[in-house]
């Protein structure tokens, strides 16, 4: 199909805590990628450290890490065509007042700080968070998605 990328998407605590998982999820299937490993589970903090490293020294990096290990999340890997850049679409701006309408965030959150859910913002941010949250052996990747189906390929 061309342009198969992979990328990372977390649903945040209050993503999990508020019940959204479901239908967050089907924003994405709906979209036609394939998640390709998905688990829910409380992050530690050296992980959310690792996670959240290119922002140490900053005002707001402690309220990151509060916040990403106040409860469990779902994480998980998406793969398709260009699906970092169509996945960040689908969630919207980081600010929930400047997403556009229909998006997760517009959506489900009030406010930046509570924005239900994290995606990679490029494909080496992808492979690193992948690589901090999974191992390559969780990858379900031996199936097909309708649309594949369909099309013969």
């Known amino acids: 199909?061309?342009?198969e990328e992979r990328t990372f998407v977390a649903l945040k605590p209050d993503a999990v805590k508020r019940g959204l998982m479901g239908e967050i999820l089907k924003r994405f299937e709906i979209k036609g990628y394939k998640i390709i490993a998905l688990k829910m589970?409380?992050?530690s903090l050296e992980r959310a450290q690792k996670h959240?490293?290119?922002?140490e020294g900053k005002p707001f990096y402690q309220g990151l890490i509060?916040?990403?290990?106040?409860?469990?999340i779902v994480a998980m890997v998406l793969e398709g065509p260009n699906v970092v850049a169509g996945a960040r679409h689908l969630?919207?701006?980081t600010n929930p007042d400047n997403a556009?309408?229909?998006?997760i965030r517009a959506d489900f959150a009030a406010v930046m700080e509570y924005n239900s859910v994290h995606g990679s913002d490029?494909?080496?941010s992808a492979k690193r968070e992948i690589a901090n949250?999974?191992?390559e052996s969780e990858f379900c990747t031996n199936w097909k998605t309708s649309f594949e189906i369909l099309a013969g390929l």
């Open 100 to 103: 556009d309408v229909g998006s």
């Open 52 to 55: 959240y490293a290119e922002h």
């Open 1 to 3: 199909m061309g342009n």
């Open 122 to 124: 490029s494909i080496e």
């Open 91 to 93: 969630m919207g701006a």
């Open 133 to 135: 949250f999974f191992d």
């Open 66 to 72: 509060n916040y990403i290990t106040s409860g469990p």
């Open 41 to 43: 589970m409380n992050v």
